[in-house]
């Protein structure tokens, strides 16, 4: 099953999609990646959609992606007796005793917001419908100013935009969540409340490798250290719900872009994520500003955009999927995506993988090359030649099932499983052989192959080849593997 588009699509399950007719609906409309959102559902529950997601990879032969979304670090209010109001320009006070809340205190149960409060700094509450001014604090109660007043009620959320709060990522909860989802076999692993790169190679020690890492970034102090994520995480996302909480909405389209920006140069796959098809939540068809929503990050060149609400507990999962794949299709068949893409074109990287794929793009529009052809064993060469995004498709070929599923998320990459090979030769008989079967070249046609040698070293990308395709008679090597062959060149 082939994806007509380069972008991805994230889709995420929930009450409205947890069975079997429902995932694999939602695959024929174009989910390429499945979210399992660990702060709702059981481990029980999510073990079923897995099982559910690997029957429909199974059934169509194509690599599907799992990616496990933790819940991070929740910090709440206590329990308020009743709901009250607060009051503009009158104090309230935050502290540590467990008495019910009034509408002048109320129990916060964070001793690392006490740590980290200042006179003049904001507090949040409730996804910012309310807006406090920290006044003073002592060691258990903090008095502030109501900025903004309304209704408070028991629970609700407390951000701290101008702050690095002292709380890891992971709580004992992800903890617990993560070692389930890496017995389930989450392909990639989305952390939470991540604010600096320690966060995120705290969490990728803990995963040893088992996984890929997407670094979601939240707040604000994620922003003021990207580079430094980007670099250590896998993949990024950008959580727009929860960002803007914490930033003014106004300044949310710029952060998402240089978020983009960003990452397209360090050559991670970056998601776009939150309220993207949000009305479709009830109605069949979505605004007209969310559509062009979704088309301007697409625009941008991102990796993938994901479906919260609208595909996990929405009336319309399937249509909010099939929507999100002809807003992409559509994009990415108008002219000026491409001069867009190509004006957003990076330089290469200081080290020879990089220049071996940038010098790919240049190859493939010279020759009018169909495809190319990425061989891999950990999913590094198929990233770095989605970097500099191609004209043409990138059929990424591996021999790991493993890799194959993680590169669903990266643009342009179409994932296929491929026997294992042990010469140059060999690779280019399987590479040609993707192209035939997967649907991307036909007989005669120019593909271009990028590799590293040898075979199997990660990060060794070292190679360009350019090859004609032809359809050959299959051999059969010494150990009964079937490979083929072009040009003549045996396998």
Known sequence: MRRYRKAKIVATLGPATSSLDAIRSLFAAGADVFRFNFSHGSHETHQQNYGFVRQVEAETGRPIAV???LQGPKLRIGLMR???????????????SQELGDAS??????QELFDCAE???????????????VETVEADRMTTTVVTGGVLSSRKGVNVPDAVIPIPALTEKDIADLEFALRMGADWVALSFVQTAEDVTAAKARIAGRATVVAK????????HLEQIALQADAVMVARGDLGVELPPERVPAVQKRISRVCRQLGRPVIVATQM?????????PTR????????????????VMLSAESASGRYPREAVQMMDRIIREVEADPLYRNMIDAQQVSA???????????????????GAKTTIAYTSSGATALRAARVRPQTPIVGVTPSLEVARRMCLTWGVHASVVPDVKDVDEMIAVASNAALTEGFASEGEEIVIVAGMPFGMHGSTNMVHVARVAKLPELARADGAIVHTFEGVPA
């Open 105 to 110: 205190r109320v129990c916060l149960p964070h």
């Open 277 to 285: 098809l949000e009305s479709m939540i009830s109605a069949p068809v």
């Open 82 to 96: 009743e709901p009250s109001t607060l009051v503009e320009g009158e104090q309230f006070v935050l502290d540590r």
């Open 119 to 133: 006179p003049g700094k904001t507090l949040l509450i409730d996804d910012g419908k309310l807006q406090l001014r």
């Open 349 to 367: 990287l200081s080290n020879r993988q990089d220049a071996v794929c940038g010098a790919l793009r240049d190859i493939t529009r010279t020759v």
């Open 67 to 69: 990616l496990a979304d």
């Open 217 to 224: 970034l939240e707040k604000p102090a994620a922003i003021e």
């Open 289 to 304: 500003a969310e559509a062009s929503d979704v088309a301007s990050a697409i625009y941008d060149g991102v990796d993938a």
